[in-house]
């Protein structure tokens, strides 16, 4: 049985320098105790000394209890890559322990080795079981039982595919051969001179010295995922509790020029080089200008605290750079801003001189060539009001995402206060203590809201204004009694896109629908005898100031 002690050895040396991570170190202990078992045993057979034999008896009850318990523990540390707490630990170790006092103190109670235990004068062990050491070897037995039942469990949970799967696979077939070893042993299925326990954890160990090999078993990373990981083209930065460099893929190597023996660097290094990075905190999100190479780069940095095995905490920090994408914000930007100076100035200044030159050409002419005047004046008044919504709309998406405490029936005076009352008669039914939470831009919003009405119809319509309680939303409709918006504009607004072939007449539309989407609603649109257009807003859980 001495033979087992060397392989036993020998996963221990090959996983030494690993104990830090899950699972490791009681992978040592319970190959540690194996060997110890097989030591024992393989004395057991050649002493002659019965002092000596009972010694070591006692002990070697302690040395399989420590190797069932180290099984379990592995196993948990395994499925939840955590370290066990020093509780569990002492919790688990509880009745292995206490079991070696009742063992020193046997010949009082005879508890552990009943009084039918003998030893011959050449050392010879007869040994018959009292009812703690019964309850000794239970509890060791169950404890692999349950760490069968943890690694089934997590084989589930991998749904049959992958590495994690075969890692599993290797451990539960492990722990299946301890169950077999073990029973033939309890059996008497073995030669007397043959300690089926040691073996079996010698077998096992072996299944997982092939799968810490072949799949990386327990590691921080299976090769796959550090391969993966080496070639994105985001930078990702390990660092260790010290604020070392534990490790870099390559994209990092490249960015911040680290040198072949960066591991263990000081991160401070490269804070002295990127001073933008020292705004970067665990479990943050932020946007950082670096130099590199005389060129500003853009890029979304997003750190992570890292904790992991034993005593292995730090940082994750992962780069993506978004150069193109802050360029693209900055042509976008300027586009915008050209935009609104076109439509603030020059194209509303041109076009008032339009609808004033034609408005008189309108009076002073008669006949055909007045009418074609009117045309132009009713066009222009069209583009005017275009232009005011686009550049209403624009505010609204300059305006910060910022929602205030606000009447909703003075918001509808508001709105319909702008409205020419010719062309309309409006309806409203609004609870004068009805307080919404919503987006500044709501008064906008019902006045456009009213002008579709009034737009897509010839003849003067009715509208009505009043509101549905929610629970916690009010939703206030605009319904007229016209011919109702354009189906392919209704299309439009809800695919929220436009296209060359697919788009609006307008943007009053897209003006409603923003101001609900700013103020946490949406909008509803209905067609039936007309429209009604709904815009659902949170209610407000005080009054406004």
């Known amino acids: 049985m001495w033979v087992c002690v060397l392989p036993a050895a020998y996963f221990i040396s090959k996983t030494w320098d690993q104990q830090d991570k899950p699972a490791i170190l009681w992978f040592q202990v319970t190959m540690f105790a194996e060997a110890a078992w097989a030591f024992a045993f393989g004395l057991l057979t050649i002493l002659d ?161 092939r799968a810490f090999t072949r799949y990386n078993l327990i590691q921080l990373a299976p090769a796959a995922r550090d391969e993966t990981i080496e070639n994105v083209h985001d930078a990702v930065l390990m660092l260790n509790k010290d604020d070392e460099i534990a490790d870099a893929n390559g994209a990092a190597r490249d960015l911040f020029e680290l040198p072949a023996d960066y591991l263990g660097l000081a991160y401070s290094t490269i804070l002295d080089e990127h001073p933008g990075l020292e705004a970067v905190e665990s479990d943050s999100e932020h946007t950082v200008t670096l130099e590199t190479h005389g060129t500003d780069r853009h890029f979304r940095v997003v750190a992570s605290a890292v904790e992991y095995g034993r005593d292995m905490r730090g940082r994750v920090i992962a780069l993506s750079e978004i150069s193109a994408l802050k360029e693209r914000e900055l042509e976008l930007s300027l586009l915008k801003q050209i935009n609104s100076r076109v439509f603030r100035h020059n194209f509303r200044n041109k076009l008032t001189v339009i609808h004033g030159r034609s408005k008189k050409l309108a009076d002073m002419l008669d006949d055909d060539r007045a009418a074609h005047a009117e045309t132009v004046v009713d066009s222009s008044n069209a583009l005017l009001s275009h232009s005011e919504t686009a550049m209403a709309l624009n505010e609204v998406i300059e305006a910060e995402d910022t929602t205030k405490t606000m009447y909703l029936a003075e918001i509808v005076k508001q709105g319909v206060s702008r409205i020419n009352g010719d062309e309309c008669t409006v309806n409203t039914e609004i609870p004068d203590d009805l307080v919404v939470e919503a987006h500044p831009g709501l008064v906008k919003a019902v006045t456009e809201a009213v002008e579709n009405a009034l737009e897509h119809n010839d003849e003067p319509v009715h509208i009505s204004i009043y509101t549905r309680m929610h629970e916690d939303t009010v939703t206030i409709f605009i319904e007229d009694d016209g011919s109702g918006i354009p189906d392919n504009e209704v299309e439009v607004l809800q695919s929220g896109k436009e296209t060359s072939k697919k788009h609006g007449a307008g943007v009053g539309l897209w003006l409603i629908r923003w101001v609900a989407e700013k103020s946490n609603g949406e909008i509803t649109i209905e067609m039936a005898n007309g429209t009604r257009l709904g815009i659902i807003l949170p209610k407000a859980a005080a009054t406004p100031n």
Do not use: C
């Open 49 to 209: 000394s019965p002092a000596l034999t009972l010694l070591i008896a006692r002990i070697d009850v302690f040395i399989v209890s420590l190797a069932a318990v180290g099984w379990f523990l592995m196993s948990i540390e395994y499925t939840t890559k955590q370290t066990v707490s020093f509780r569990a630990l002492a919790l688990t170790l509880a009745l292995p322990v206490l079991s070696q006092f009742v063992l020193w103190t046997n010949p009082a109670h005879h508890l552990a080795f009943a009084e039918g235990t003998t030893v011959a004068q050449n050392g010879a062990l007869h040994l018959e079981a009292g009812p703690w050491l019964i309850l000794d070897t239970i509890y060791g037995s169950a404890l692999v039982v349950m760490a069968l039942g943890v690694l089934t469990a997590d084989l589930v949970r991998s749904d049959f595919e992958g590495v994690r799967w075969r890692q599993t696979m290797y451990l539960l077939l492990a722990t299946i051969i301890l169950i077999v070893t073990g029973l033939l042993y309890t059996a008497g299925l073995t030669p007397a001179y043959i300690n089926a326990g040691p073996l079996g954890f010698i077998l096992a160990g072996a299944l997982l010295y």
